[in-house]
């Protein structure tokens, strides 16, 4: 039993180049989220899913995609990276059972774009 | 959308001293408080939460109290060990996707 894990863990882009990062899940949860972890400002949300098939739009979603083509998995996309996208990515998932609040996290992508 | 504080920003204590965290939230349909513990290039990782519908919650050295009428909750730590170090975030969960919005976190310092 893996949990949440991350693909890749580390990263250097160069301004303008594209990538996707891979949040893969073994526990049959519903609902995933991708952060951002800056210095000083906690992780703050860029999308979420609720579910296969669905995302929706966090705190700073712009600059970003996501698909959630299998439950399994969240992909977050940067079409164009640029500077201010260097940051530490998180993905989390938990159930949807109302009475099951733990968010458990991946191990983290560290990206820095150049 | 909700929004979350967290202070202080730093904390310095002795092994053996207590550790008080606090919170405020702003979106009182809140209903979900988890603290997390993340040490220097790890991943987040739960160590205590509480339900709105419950004051307080108890798990051997760490407690949380929950204030709703107030819109705040703590974290205590009680007989601080160094490995304790670590930043600690709150978070306040909202919604039917309980998306979680943190704090900006404390960094705490254990020293001998």
């Known amino acids: 039993n893996a949990g949440v894990t991350q693909t890749p863990k580390f990263r250097v882009l160069k301004t303008g180049q594209s990538m996707t990062l891979l949040c893969a899940q073994d526990m049959n949860h519903e609902y995933m989220y991708w952060y951002r972890q800056d210095p000083g400002m906690g992780l703050r949300l860029i999308h979420y899913s609720v579910g296969e098939g669905t995302t929706a739009k966090g705190e700073v979603p712009d600059g970003y995609n996501v698909s959630r083509l299998k439950k399994q998995n969240f992909l977050l996309g940067l079409e164009s990276a640029a500077p201010s996208q260097t940051s530490v990515y998180f993905c989390a998932s938990r159930t949807g059972h109302s009475q099951l609040f733990e968010a458990f996290f991946g191990q983290g992508t560290r990206l820095t774009v150049v | ?112």
Request: charged share 20%; net charge neutral; hydrophobic share 30%.
């Open chain 2, 1 to 112: 959308g909700e929004n979350v504080e967290q202070h202080p920003s730093t904390l310095s204590v002795q092994e053996g001293d207590s550790a008080v965290i606090k919170c405020t939230y702003s979106d009182s349909a809140s209903n979900y408080f988890p603290w997390y513990k993340q040490e220097l290039g790890k991943r987040p990782q739960l160590i205590i939460d509480i339900r709105s519908n419950v004051g307080e919650k108890k798990d051997q050295r760490i407690a949380v109290t929950l204030n709703k009428t107030a819109k705040h909750f703590s974290l205590h730590i009680t007989e601080t060990q160094p490995e304790d170090s670590a930043v600690y975030f709150c978070a306040a969960s909202t919604g039917t996707a309980s998306k979680l919005t943190f704090g900006t976190g404390t960094r705490l310092q254990v020293t001998l």
